[in-house]
T-cell receptor, first 111, second 114 residues
């Protein structure tokens, strides 16, 4: 059983650019949540998608947006990148809002 | 709103010694509590969870945690540390009113000395 997968593994962008990160949930899971983990800190909740709609959002600006597809996979988009957006972006999946299982993350570096 | 406080950003133990990682939470509604482990350059792996059943929860790799409502605590323990336990440990809380979005503590880095 494949767990949560994320792509790409690493990404380097420059300030002002846009980035798209991708996540495939664990088999049978229909809910995807995204978290940002800055270096040396705990993950912070960005938003959660269920039935292709954003259901809950953390304290992140509108530059952060997402999408969920009919097969439950999800994308995280970040516009107008700032240096402070450099972080590990973690995707977690669950069956409805239940225990979340995390992927390996995408390391984003903004120069 | 909920929050988590992990006391001690770094904990060092000898191999074979008791591991105790502290977590206190704040929540206005009954919480769900979790411990996750993160190895270098990896994602988070679920160690154990409390979801209002038994207050003593057993997880993987010999870890366990006890939910104490009166102390608002959910400390993680392991009787005998192994070198492979060296990692970052995160305590997290969620509630049913928040669609289970996780609020994490700042983490505790566990070092195991030979």
């Amino acid at each position: 059983d494949a767990g949560v997968t994320q792509s790409p593994t690493h990404l380097i962008k420059t300030r002002g650019q846009q980035v798209t990160l991708r996540c495939s949930p664990k088999s049978g899971h229909d809910t995807v949540s995204w978290y940002q983990q800055a270096l040396g800190q705990g993950p912070q909740f960005i938003f959660q998608y269920y039935e292709e709609e954003e259901r809950q959002r953390g304290n992140f600006p509108d530059r952060f947006s997402g999408h969920q597809f009919p097969n439950y996979s999800s994308e995280l988009n970040v516009n107008a990148l700032l240096l402070g957006d450099s972080a590990l972006y973690l995707c977690a999946s669950s069956l409805t809002p239940d225990t979340q299982y995390f992927g390996p993350g995408t390391r984003l570096t903004v120069l | 709103a909920q929050s988590v406080t992990q006391l001690g950003s770094h904990v060092s133990v000898s191999e074979g010694a008791l591991v105790l990682l502290r977590c206190n939470y704040s929540s206005s509604v009954p919480p769900y509590l979790f411990w996750y482990v993160q190895y270098p350059n990896q994602g988070l792996q679920l160690l154990l969870k409390y979801t209002s059943a038994a207050t003593l929860v057993k997880g993987i790799n010999g870890f366990e945690a006890e939910f104490k409502k009166s102390e608002t605590s959910f400390h993680l323990t392991k009787p005998s540390a192994h070198m492979s336990d060296a990692a970052e440990y995160f305590c997290a809380v969620s509630t049913s009113t928040g669609r289970r979005a996780l609020t994490f503590g700042s983490g505790t880095r566990l070092q195991v000395q030979p």
